[in-house]
C-alpha cells in the first residue's frame, strides 16, 4: 500500500503551493501534460537503458515520469508538496506501489546518500528556495548517483545554474528559452 508521509513542510513558504496545486491537480494533465511528456522523454532518453536501484522524484505530481521509470529500478519514491497530486500519483502507479511523499524540497524526509538518481523536472526556479532545492537533492544522492533536473531561467541560464553550485560532469540540454535540462553526474 502507498503511504503517504508529512515531514519537513515549511508552512509559511508551502501553503500557497499546496493550494496552487491542489486546485490544479484535477486539470493538470490537460493543461501541462503534452509538455511535461515531452519533458520526460527527454530526460528518459538522457538517462537510456541504465537500471537504477532507488530513484527519488522531487515534485513527482501526478506521477507520470515515475511510470516511466517501473521496470528500471528497485524502488520508487515520489515527493511532492500537494495531497491532491499524490493522490493522482498514486491512482496511476498503483500495481507499482511507490512511497509517495508529502513534503517540501527544501527539505526532503530521506537519509542521506541513498539514491542512485534523483529528479527534479518543472521544479527549480529563480527564487531563494532553489539553492536549498538542489542541495537537499545532492544530499539524498549517493555519491556517483545523477542528478536530473530543469532550471527555469527567465533572466539567463547561467547567472541561475551558477548559483546552484553542482560539482562533477553536468551536461545541459535548452528545452526552450526559459528552461534548460540539467544532468549533473558523479555528485
Do not use: W
Request: charged letters at 25%.
Amino acid at each position: 500500500m502507498t503511504r503517504y508521509i508529512q515531514l519537513g513542510l515549511d508552512k509559511r513558504r508551502s501553503a500557497q503551493l499546496v493550494d496552487l496545486y491542489d486546485k490544479l491537480s484535477s486539470g493538470y494533465e490537460e493543461l501541462y501534460g503534452e509538455e511535461q511528456a515531452a519533458k520526460h522523454r527527454q530526460v528518459l532518453e538522457l538517462i537510456g537503458n541504465q537500471r537504477f536501484n532507488l530513484v527519488i522524484d522531487v515534485g513527482c505530481g501526478t506521477g507520470r515520469l515515475l511510470e516511466g521509470l517501473t521496470g528500471r529500478c528497485n524502488q520508487l519514491i515520489g515527493v511532492d508538496l500537494s495531497r491532491k497530486m499524490l493522490a493522482s500519483a498514486r491512482e496511476l502507479l498503483q500495481s507499482e506501489k511507490p512511497d509517495l511523499i508529502r513534503a517540501d524540497a527544501s527539505f526532503l524526509p530521506l537519509r542521506t546518500q541513498v539514491s542512485d538518481l534523483v529528479l527534479a523536472i518543472s521544479l527549480v526556479e529563480p527564487n531563494g528556495q532553489s539553492k536549498q532545492q538542489v542541495m537537499e537533492m545532492v544530499r539524498v544522492a549517493i555519491p556517483r548517483g545523477s542528478l536530473v533536473m530543469t532550471v527555469f531561467h527567465p533572466s539567463g541560464r547561467m547567472s541561475l545554474i551558477d548559483t546552484l553550485s553542482l560539482k562533477g560532469a553536468t551536461r545541459y540540454i535548452e528545452l526552450s528559452k526559459r528552461e534548460t535540462l540539467i544532468l549533473n553526474k558523479a555528485i
